[in-house]
């Protein structure tokens, strides 16, 4: 085709057609400059948030190595300052074959430095009062965290900055399980809060408080319910084992402390107070060991046991009997609740009864309601009531008892009196005096007769 024919001024033409090739340009630089702006600025921000992943990556795995993941669920320290370390969770428990014993009731010594701000200690549980302290001896605040073995991982069980009000050592209370393990995390409060490594020197122990205040390691409670033993401190009572009579074996048992709470379930057991209690949990909070499980049958009836601890339980008509080798329960074995005999064949084949009397027989002990301490007479150890005293023979009486002299005279060689159970005498304060074979003057032969002397003569001594 050919180009049309320009008509007018050439320059004016030319001058038009530089104008729009000019703006046309302008908009196609405008245009470029506003899309190489906006792919910049996408550049830039991709480059950003790849920087800002890349060093909350980074940061995130300094903080796993160094074992500081934050747990906001775990207690906050007492200035609501919430910790930078991870005292929610060390991972895997397993790691802690290599790090180093915190013995029971001992003193243990140790560095923290920059470089390892933090030092680890575990120990087997088994304590109902563990306390874990943790003071510095230059001034500096310390953290302590505790943590249990739970399913191979370790999981906090509490932590603490400020053991008390004005101090800056750090204190946990709490109950371990036997059998479990346990970590100690010792740190400094600036590392804990701030992430601000300081180094220090530090003690730690960790102590199981015994019924008598003194640190006891578990397995080494304070002994209890036998002869000889201590009695359990407050807040503690007896705990038997089961099988072990409620101590009437002798084998005693040891100090535990009374818990404060129980389950609300119902699974009687039978106390050693012979009361039945709704669960185990109940009995010890009443300060009772368990018997047996069940509940308690009714005290008193035939078979039932009675005696030593439990004293005389038997209904009217029964007695407590013995074996031969619970020794009357002196040795705190129990015996059994027995039927007194009616009636008893008269056969002389003596016993020796608990209460320190001969019968003719075991029959006749037991119609007595005692049980027998042995075959044979009972050993002499002075004369019973009734019996002679004194005279040639210089007799004495048993332990209770005196010898009167009182229907004696005196003007016999070798006197003998009788045993009487030496109780007081109320006499008149009437004066008619009378002398005694001792030769002291009585005020009335009333008198004279209570001091078991002799009749020398009426009227005072001359």
Known sequence: MAAPALTGDPTRHHRRFVSATFRRSARMYALVRALLRGAARRVLAHMTRSFVRAHVALSLAGLALAGCMMDSAAKVPADGVEPALDVASLGAADSARSIPAAPWCQLVEGELTRARPTALFTFEGGCDDTFVDLANRDGSDVFVALYEERDGRWALVAR?????????????????????????????????????PEAMSFHLTVSCNGADGECAAPGSQQACGSRGLPECGEGFFCAFEAGSMCGADDRGGVCARRPDACIEIYQPVCGCDGQTYGNACSAASAGVSVAHDGECPAPGGEGEPCGARLGDTCDEGFYCAFAPEAICGRADATGTCARRPDACIQVYDPVCGCDGRTYGNACTAA??????DHAGECERVGQGEGETCGGIAALECAAGLACDYSASGCNIADVAGVCVVDEPRACTREYRPVCGCDGNTYSNDCVRRAAYVGLAHTGACR
């Open 160 to 196: 603490n900055d400020d053991c008390s009000a004005d101090t800056l050592n750090a204190c946990l209370s709490t109950s371990t399980r036997a059998g479990v393990r346990y970590l100690v995390m010792a740190t400094s409060y600036s590392y804990a809060v701030r992430n601000r």
């Open 367 to 372: 119609s007595n309601g005692m049980s027998v």
